[in-house]
DNA sequence: GCCAACGTTGGC
DNA sequence: GCCAACGTTGGC
């Protein structure tokens, strides 16, 4: 059985709702909520135990990576699609047939300080074609290669 | 299958 | 709060 590379990802969230330091204080969270195909598919049918990611702040005064989290779960139904008061209820979803999926992330680390967009812009040509910085990019969850990981989590112990 | 209207994301 | 860039919806 031939074993698979380590996978990394990038995941937004909005600080005002929930931010890397309730990351922090419960540990392990279910992400719920993504509601477009391309985020949940990454999910789904891409991402294995033990994937690095990077906990990314957005609209907020200083959106950047904050932190580094795991995928911490294999893919399950997103359970806030069924329930009718939430938010995230989708009528057209059924427990036999579930159109949202979600794994649960765990809390790594806090970065030491904020590697904001604006820094990983500066570093655009070497992070060839980051998903991120994509003109319009507006997806929640996005994939990361090695050499991208490597190069921004390098950069938190520099001088912005 | 087209496309206008609408809703959302997210930087600023 | 503004608005560009998208994704989705639904009429046809």
Same mark, same amino acid.
């Given at each position: 059985?031939?074993?698979?590379?380590?996978?990394?990802?990038?995941?937004?969230?909005?600080?005002?709702?929930?931010?890397?330091? #309730?990351?922090?204080?419960?540990? =392990? %969270? !279910?992400?719920?909520?993504?509601? &477009?195909?391309?985020?949940?598919?990454?999910?789904?049918?891409?991402?294995?135990?033990?994937?690095?990611?990077?906990?990314?702040?957005?609209?907020?005064?200083?959106?950047?990576?904050?932190?580094?989290?795991?995928?911490?779960?294999?893919?399950?139904?997103?359970?806030?699609?069924?329930?009718?008061?939430?938010?995230?209820? #989708?009528?057209?979803?059924?427990? =036999? %047939? !579930?159109?949202?999926?979600?794994? &649960?992330?765990?809390?790594?680390?806090?970065?030491?300080?904020?590697?904001?967009?604006?820094?990983?812009?500066?570093?655009?040509?070497?992070?060839?074609?980051?998903?991120?910085?994509?003109?319009?990019?507006?997806?929640?969850?996005?994939?990361?290669?090695?050499?991208?990981?490597?190069?921004?989590?390098?950069?938190?112990?520099?001088?912005?």
């Amino acid at each position: 059985m031939a074993e698979k590379k380590r996978q990394f990802w990038l995941m937004k969230s909005e600080p005002d709702e929930f931010s890397i330091t #309730d990351l922090g204080r419960v540990g =392990e %969270e !279910p992400w719920t909520g993504v509601r &477009n195909y391309q985020a949940r598919n990454f999910m789904w049918k891409q991402m294995k135990v033990g994937d690095g990611v990077f906990f990314y702040h957005s609209n907020c005064a200083i959106p950047g990576v904050v932190g580094l989290a795991t995928v911490a779960s294999t893919p399950y139904p997103d359970p806030t699609q069924f329930v009718a008061d939430s938010d995230y209820f #989708d009528p057209k979803s059924s427990p =036999e %047939e !579930p159109r949202w999926w979600l794994v &649960n992330i765990g809390f790594e680390r806090a970065l030491s300080r904020t590697i904001s967009l604006d820094e990983i812009r500066n570093h655009a040509e070497a992070l060839d074609d980051f998903a991120l910085l994509r003109r319009g990019n507006r997806l929640s969850v996005l994939p990361v290669t090695a050499a991208q990981w490597k190069h921004i989590l390098s950069l938190e112990k520099k001088t912005p």
